[in-house]
T-cell receptor, first 115, second 115 residues
Framework: EPEVTQTPSHQVTQMGQEVILRCVPI?????FYWYRQILGQKVEFLVS????????KSEIFDDQFSVERPDGSNFTLKIRSTKLEDSAMYFC?????????????FGAGTRLSVL | GEDVEQSLFLSVREGDSSVINCTYT??????LYWYKQEPGAGLQLLTY?????DMKQDQRLTVLLNKKDKHLSLRIADTQTGDSAIYFC???????????????FGKGTKLSVIP
């Protein structure tokens, strides 16, 4: 069964460093998403991406965040200068449609630890 | 904005039924989803329901929706130890032309199944 894959599974970084979280969405999907979950809190939407541009973003997704689809398969989330409060589990998701039930399929997540 | 609330913990004996509850605040037509997260794994979609339905059944899973009270429940019949996981309720507004496809999640209910 096709699945969304994320790498690495765990990333440790120093405060102020840049990190890139990588995702390979399901191959025929067109819509891509990033969510995050701070420990003990809700899964929160960060951004959605379609046709090589951001279609929607939340208040969390400020200037230190960016997304890119550098080639036909990868979808990345970059955090330019990490802060302690960026420590969280980051989930990538993809869907074939945006409308209707629009099932979003999730990866296993990348746990980001900022020290 | 939308909000989704769930109780955090549920413990049941193997073979009993589990009922996981969720409330949401969106007043428009909406899709409601149940995701399951096992340790170290991503969010796996279990089922979904549109808000014009009252009930949906899929094998051991029954989803009940009380639209008036904005209350959603997931019943797992004959609960097994393999059902131990965190269960997330999520909602997404129906296509309103606003182009918002983000999911709003609850905090998740940790289901523990006692052998």
């Amino acid at each position: 069964e096709p699945e969304v894959t994320q790498t690495p599974s765990h990333q440790v970084t120093q405060m102020g460093q840049e990190v890139i979280l990588r995702c390979v969405p399901i191959s025929n999907h067109l819509y891509f998403y990033w969510y995050r979950q701070i420990l003990g809190q809700k899964v929160e939407f960060l951004v959605s991406f379609y046709n090589n541009e951001i279609s929607e973003k939340s208040e969390i997704f400020d200037d230190q965040f960016s997304v890119e689809r550098p080639d036909g398969s990868n979808f990345t989330l970059k955090i330019r200068s990490t802060k302690l409060e960026d420590s969280a589990m980051y989930f990538c998701a993809s869907s074939s449609l945006a409308g209707g039930p629009s099932i979003q399929y999730f990866g296993a997540g990348t746990r980001l630890s900022v020290l | 904005g939308e909000d989704v609330e769930q109780s955090l913990f549920l413990s049941v004996r193997e073979g009993d039924s589990s009922v996981i509850n969720c409330t949401y605040t969106d007043s428009s037509s909406t899709y409601l989803y149940w995701y399951k997260q096992e340790p170290g794994a991503g969010l796996q979609l279990l089922t979904y329901i549109f808000s014009n339905m009252d009930m949906k059944q899929d094998q051991r899973l029954t989803v009940l929706l009380n639209k008036k009270d904005k209350h959603l429940s997931l019943r797992i019949a004959d609960t097994q130890t393999g059902d131990s996981a965190i269960y997330f309720c999520a909602e997404r507004p129906w296509d309103s032309g606003a182009g918002s496809y983000q999911l709003t999640f609850g905090k998740g209910t940790k289901l523990s199944v006692i052998p």
